[in-house]
Structures are given as C-alpha cells and as structure tokens.
C-alpha cells in the first residue's frame, strides 16, 4: 500500500466515524471473523456488546472465521481500530438503527441463509462489502424493505476505499 492509498482510506475512515455515530441511532458493525485477523480475540479484550450471528456454542476454528455483531461506541479503542484496520480490507458493513443488539441480530440471522433454484439452502455473506454493494442495487422494493428491517442506513466501504458508500432505507409509503 502506497503513502496516498494509506491517506486515502485514512481520510474515509475519519468520514465514516463522523456518518456512523448519529444522534439517536444505534451504530452496529457486522464483521466477518475470516476476513478481520484477530477479531475475536479484540472482542474479548474490550468487551463491547456483541454477539455472533451464528446460533449455539461453536467450535474455536469457526468461532474464529464466524460473522459477530457488534454495537459501537464513538470513542474507543474498538471503533478506532475496526476503521483504522479494516476499512478498505472488506471486513464488513455497518447499519444505523433504532433497535438494540436482540432485534438486530434477529433482523441478521434471517438474511444469513438463501436458496437456490433447487431450494438447497446457501450462507449468504451480506456483510461483505463487496458483496452486498453488488446485491442492494438488484433489489427489488419488497426485497430491498425486507432487507432494511429495522436499519435505517447501511454505511460500507466503496470499490475505492477511499469512498464510502451509503444505503437508506426505502420511505414507507402510507396508502
């Protein structure tokens, strides 16, 4: 990584931090265990609320690579390195609710499995940056609202890391 690219994702990650903490909401992130290197281990060392999106008690190797919600505070040392670390990296998005850590995770897990035209079931990796910016924009407005849930902003990093890239959920229309 070139000195530019390093300033680049520095300054978008400053520019996340001031869009994701809005007056009100709750700031979650969903990380990918198998992308972010040692993400359970700064779990247990800053004991933020967190829950993995996984149901059960896992084994440690896939507890290790398993999606973990989490809801963020402003100014710790968790937030600092999730954006100083993992922006540009892809080791997940972040969502902008009303809810607590219970109804998100809940929200999650019902996104985590699909189906294929067979109907055999499929883990759906949303919270991969590269993927859901490359869904959202196929959604249709059902599946877009089912999506949304309770989340009224999904904040993820662009192609070019230096940008980020913002979702709002769809306005409810009364009939």
Not at 42 to 69: M, N, S
Not at 120 to 134: G, H, I
Request: include cysteine; proline fraction near 6%; glycine fraction near 6%.
């Amino acid at each position: 990584m070139n000195i530019a690219s390093s300033n680049e994702r520095a300054r978008a990650a400053q520019r996340l931090h001031e869009e994701i903490f809005q007056d009100g909401a709750q700031t979650f992130a969903v990380l990918d265990g198998a992308s972010a290197p040692g993400l359970l281990d700064r779990l247990e060392q800053w004991k933020p609320e967190f829950i993995c999106l996984y149901r059960g008690e896992l084994k440690p190797d896939l507890a290790q690579v398993a999606p973990y919600l989490i809801r963020l505070e402003p100014e710790t040392e968790l937030t600092a390195w999730i954006l100083s670390k993992g922006w540009g990296n892809h080791w997940g998005i972040f969502a902008i609710a009303n809810a607590d850590l219970r109804t998100m995770r809940q929200h999650f897990r019902r996104l985590l499995t699909v189906y294929d035209e067979n109907g055999k079931p499929l883990l759906f990796r949303f919270y991969d940056p590269r993927v859901l910016r490359t869904y959202l924009p196929t959604c249709n407005a059902n599946e877009r609202a089912t999506f949304f849930g309770p989340i009224r902003e999904y904040l993820l990093e662009a192609e070019q890391p230096a940008e980020v890239v913002s979702y709002k959920a769809p306005a409810i229309s009364s009939v």
